[in-house]
């Protein structure tokens, strides 16, 4: 159960929650900046100590060869006492100092471990890089670390020339600046190393990157050189291990050496985060013991609440008739809770007195529908309730009852008149009556106004049906008649066309015969056609024979020649007479296929008129049907009528 203690009580505890959860991350971020800052600030000054290691150690060691050029400038032209003079500086150097040699424009090469050379010897001090460079900046300088090939180790060579004779030189390792570095440097989270311009390591925690070039460095220095610092001007990368490192710089002189000091990434949060787990613990135990103490001293104060509650939830189950009327609550104190219970009492007296009256007037109201269900529309309630609504709700239904009584009166009487045929009779409408019961009385008037209208209606419909009918059966009679008329008609041109139709095919038969004596014709054409080719050869052959008797033949070639003029022009017209017996063939085909056509087109005008003569006798028979039916119309026309006219309306 949600009590209103547990609420309350439940709300402090989120806000202190609220409120030490704020307080501690508020203090830890404050931790954490501090923290960065601090260890930032360290990583700083770790490098300046570093920077100040880097500068001693360059400047002691510019410094001896400074000494050693101002020394070895005063010898003579052939440098005597040089050897004297390298090993007396050499053995007065540190132990980072491997070798002190000097080399001179002649090629001569002078070493402080007396291995001296010259040109002739293999060795030319001349085109070594370390005499270049002293030679180029005409001052003390040094060289970029590189591998000693007699140490084993990083060196840095220290150059200075002398006047302008010759260069002095020192081999210097930077193994004890790496540790000394690394000493300054080296801490639980952190180490600094030393990389030139390029990222190429020269100082280094592990040997095996030293002198190396270096993909991560090569991007960190760039990234220098860009600016890309976060808040804390730091450059967050990952080094060859894969692992997140913070990345803080110090340059270290004029050739872009850089000093950085890798921080792991969780340096800022390793150091803080003891003291946030304080916190919270602290925190949890103090809202523990407030939230108890909050809850203890809530539960003791709003205790009177429940029974309270107990008795306001029994007032209810009485008003709401699930219950008897309920005791009244026992004051026990004198604040907000004892005044709320006096007014809870004197609330719980007016609320049964006030229900007593309400059930009694519910009860007559009972009573009055009972006999309204009855019929008996007469009834009244008597009784005053208590609730002012439900008084109103009295007079309204006294109201209701009294007009509900006299409407449905007056609707009976209505409704009487129209069981006896008069439609005329209405219902007097109250100015008052609104809605539903004014709906109804007006749909009673309106119901008689209809029926009145209705009637009216039929009787006019009814006449003009009867008029209508007496027309219907004379245009009726009239169709009977033409309808017989035309089927009479149809079968006189169902004979002609049928006479029409044999006519036709007798013309076609005489056409037939015409066209196969057309065929004979030609036959005997052909006939003479080769009698007067047989002639005209005969001809041909006796005029051969006349002209071989000579003399005695040309009365025979005579007769001979007008025998072959004969057959000539008997096939001339023999090739008349075929043209026109051809072109007499053509026209009487053309004849026939047109006689053939009409025979169809009449055979098929045939076909249609004894469709059309039976159709026309069926139509006869509908027409007689139709009079039959238009007779009963007129008969039924006439009987509304009758009915009609007996009602008042």
Same mark, same amino acid.
């Given at each position: 159960?949600?009590?209103?203690?547990?609420?309350?009580?439940?709300?402090?505890?989120?806000?202190?929650?609220?409120?030490?959860?704020?307080?501690?991350?508020?203090?830890?971020?404050?931790?954490?900046?501090?923290?960065?800052?601090?260890?930032?600030?360290?990583?700083?000054?770790?490098?300046?100590?570093?920077?100040?290691?880097?500068?001693?150690?360059?400047?002691?060691?510019?410094?001896?060869?400074?000494?050693?050029?101002?020394?070895?400038?005063?010898?003579?032209?052939?440098?005597?006492?040089?050897?004297?003079?390298?090993?007396?500086?050499?053995?007065?150097?540190?132990?980072?100092?491997?070798?002190?040699?000097?080399?001179?424009?002649?090629?001569?090469?002078?070493?402080?471990?007396?291995?001296?050379?010259?040109?002739?010897?293999?060795?030319?001090?001349?085109?070594?890089?370390?005499?270049?460079?002293?030679?180029?900046?005409?001052n003390i300088t040094f060289t970029d670390p590189y591998v000693s090939a007699s140490l084993k180790q990083m060196v840095i060579s220290f150059?200075?020339?002398?006047?302008?004779?010759?260069?002095?030189?020192?081999?210097?390792?930077?193994?004890?600046?790496?540790?000394?570095?690394?000493?300054?440097?080296?801490?639980?989270?952190?180490?600094?190393?030393?990389?030139?311009?390029?990222?190429?390591?020269?100082?280094?925690?592990?040997?095996?990157?030293?002198?190396?070039?270096?993909?991560?460095?090569?991007?960190?220095?760039?990234?220098?050189?860009?600016?890309?610092?976060?808040?804390?001007?730091?450059?967050?990368?990952?080094?060859?291990?894969?692992?997140?490192?913070?990345?803080?710089?110090?340059?270290?002189?004029?050739?872009?050496?850089?000093?950085?000091?890798?921080?792991?990434?969780?340096?800022?949060?390793?150091?803080?985060?003891?003291?946030?787990?304080?916190?919270?613990?602290?925190?949890?135990?103090?809202?523990?013991?407030?939230?108890?103490f909050v809850y203890f001293l809530l539960k003791k104060s709003l205790n009177p609440i429940k029974t309270i509650q107990s008795k306001l939830?029994?007032?209810?189950?009485?008003?709401?008739?699930?219950?008897?009327?309920?005791?009244?609550?026992?004051?026990?104190?004198?604040?907000?809770?004892?005044?709320?219970?006096?007014?809870?009492?004197?609330?719980?007296?007016?609320?049964?007195?006030?229900?007593?009256?309400?059930?009694?007037?519910?009860?007559?109201?009972?009573?009055?529908?009972?006999?309204?269900?009855?019929?008996?529309?007469?009834?009244?309630?008597?009784?005053?309730?208590?609730?002012?609504?439900?008084?109103?709700?009295?007079?309204? &239904?006294?109201?209701?009852?009294?007009?509900?009584?006299?409407?449905?009166?007056?609707?009976?009487?209505?409704?009487?008149?129209?069981?006896?045929?008069?439609?005329?009779?209405?219902?007097?409408?109250?100015?008052?009556?609104?809605?539903?019961?004014?709906?109804?009385?007006?749909?009673?008037?309106?119901?008689?106004?209809?029926?009145?209208?209705?009637?009216?209606?039929?009787?006019?419909?009814?006449?003009?049906?009867?008029?209508?009918?007496?027309?219907?059966?004379?245009?009726?009679?009239?169709?009977?008649?033409?309808?017989?008329?035309?089927?009479?008609?149809?079968?006189?041109?169902?004979?002609?066309?049928?006479?029409?139709?044999?006519?036709?095919?007798?013309?076609?038969?005489?056409?037939?015969?015409?066209?196969?004596?057309?065929?004979?014709?030609?036959?005997?054409?052909?006939?003479?056609?080769?009698?007067?080719?047989?002639?005209? &050869?005969?001809?041909?052959?006796?005029?051969?024979?006349?002209?071989?008797?000579?003399?005695?033949?040309?009365?025979?070639?005579?007769?001979?020649?007008?025998?072959?003029?004969?057959?000539?022009?008997?096939?001339?017209? &023999?090739?008349?007479?075929?043209?026109?017996?051809?072109?007499?063939?053509?026209?009487?085909?053309?004849?026939?296929?047109?006689?053939?056509?009409?025979?169809?087109?009449?055979?098929?005008?045939?076909?249609?008129?004894?469709?059309?003569?039976?159709?026309?006798?069926?139509?006869?028979?509908?027409?007689?049907?139709?009079?039959?039916?238009?007779?009963?119309?007129?008969?039924?026309?006439?009987?509304?009528?009758?009915?009609?006219?007996?009602?008042?309306?």
């Amino acid at each position: 159960m949600k009590s209103i203690t547990n609420k309350i009580a439940l709300m402090l505890i989120v806000a202190l929650c609220i409120s030490f959860v704020a307080m501690s991350a508020a203090s830890y971020y404050t931790a954490q900046n501090k923290t960065t800052e601090l260890v930032t600030q360290t990583q700083r000054q770790i490098l300046k100590d570093v920077k100040n290691a880097m500068d001693t150690f360059f400047n002691n060691n510019l410094h001896i060869v400074n000494s050693m050029s101002s020394i070895l400038s005063k010898l003579d032209e052939n440098h005597n006492g040089i050897d004297a003079i390298l090993a007396q500086a050499k053995s007065m150097s540190n132990k980072e100092v491997g070798l002190v040699y000097a080399g001179y424009n002649d090629g001569a090469m002078y070493r402080s471990n007396g291995k001296n050379e010259t040109p002739k010897d293999g060795y030319d001090p001349r085109a070594r890089d370390w005499y270049k460079l002293a030679k180029e900046k005409n001052n003390i300088t040094f060289t970029d670390p590189y591998v000693s090939a007699s140490l084993k180790q990083m060196v840095i060579s220290f150059v200075a020339p002398i006047k302008d004779i010759g260069v002095t030189a020192t081999n210097v390792s930077i193994e004890e600046l790496s540790k000394e570095i690394m000493s300054i440097s080296k801490t639980d989270y952190s180490y600094a190393y030393v990389v030139d311009k390029d990222g190429k390591i020269i100082i280094h925690p592990d040997k095996d990157l030293v002198g190396k070039d270096n993909p991560t460095t090569s991007k960190l220095v760039a990234r220098y050189k860009n600016k890309e610092f976060n808040e804390n001007g730091l450059i967050a990368y990952k080094n060859t291990k894969g692992e997140d490192r913070y990345a803080d710089f110090i340059e270290l002189n004029d050739r872009g050496w850089l000093a950085i000091s890798a921080m792991q990434k969780d340096v800022f949060t390793t150091n803080t985060m003891p003291l946030l787990k304080i916190q919270l613990i602290l925190a949890v135990l103090f809202i523990v013991i407030l939230s108890a103490f909050v809850y203890f001293l809530l539960k003791k104060s709003l205790n009177p609440i429940k029974t309270i509650q107990s008795k306001l939830d029994d007032l209810f189950k009485f008003v709401t008739y699930e219950a008897k009327a309920p005791s009244k609550l026992e004051v026990r104190s004198n604040d907000e809770f004892g005044e709320m219970s006096k007014a809870i009492n004197e609330n719980i007296d007016k609320v049964v007195a006030g229900i007593k009256k309400d059930s009694t007037m519910i009860d007559e109201l009972n009573k009055v529908a009972n006999l309204m269900i009855k019929g008996n529309l007469g009834a009244k309630i008597g009784s005053t309730p208590n609730n002012p609504s439900l008084n109103e709700l009295k007079e309204l &239904l006294n109201k209701f009852f009294t007009s509900i009584s006299a409407n449905l009166k007056g609707i009976t009487n209505v409704l009487s008149s129209y069981t006896k045929n008069d439609f005329t009779a209405k219902v007097e409408i109250n100015e008052e009556l609104e809605a539903d019961l004014k709906a109804m009385i007006l749909g009673v008037s309106n119901m008689g106004e209809v029926i009145c209208t209705m009637l009216n209606s039929n009787l006019n419909d009814a006449k003009m049906l009867e008029e209508k009918a007496t027309t219907l059966a004379s245009a009726m009679k009239e169709l009977t008649q033409g309808a017989s008329t035309q089927a009479n008609s149809l079968q006189e041109s169902a004979a002609a066309v049928e006479q029409m139709s044999s006519s036709m095919n007798a013309i076609s038969q005489k056409t037939a015969d015409v066209i196969r004596q057309s065929d004979e014709i030609k036959n005997i054409i052909t006939i003479i056609r080769d009698i007067a080719d047989q002639t005209n &050869l005969l001809a041909l052959n006796a005029a051969i024979e006349a002209a071989r008797a000579g003399e005695h033949g040309r009365g025979f070639a005579v007769v001979a020649d007008e025998v072959r003029k004969l057959a000539e022009r008997t096939q001339k017209s &023999l090739g008349e007479i075929e043209a026109n017996t051809n072109v007499l063939a053509q026209s009487i085909n053309e004849m026939s296929e047109s006689i053939k056509e009409q025979s169809e087109g009449i055979n098929m005008i045939n076909q249609s008129v004894a469709q059309i003569d039976h159709l026309t006798k069926e139509n006869v028979v509908i027409a007689n049907r139709a009079n039959e039916v238009t007779s009963d119309v007129d008969n039924m026309a006439k009987t509304i009528v009758s009915e009609v006219r007996k009602n008042k309306f």
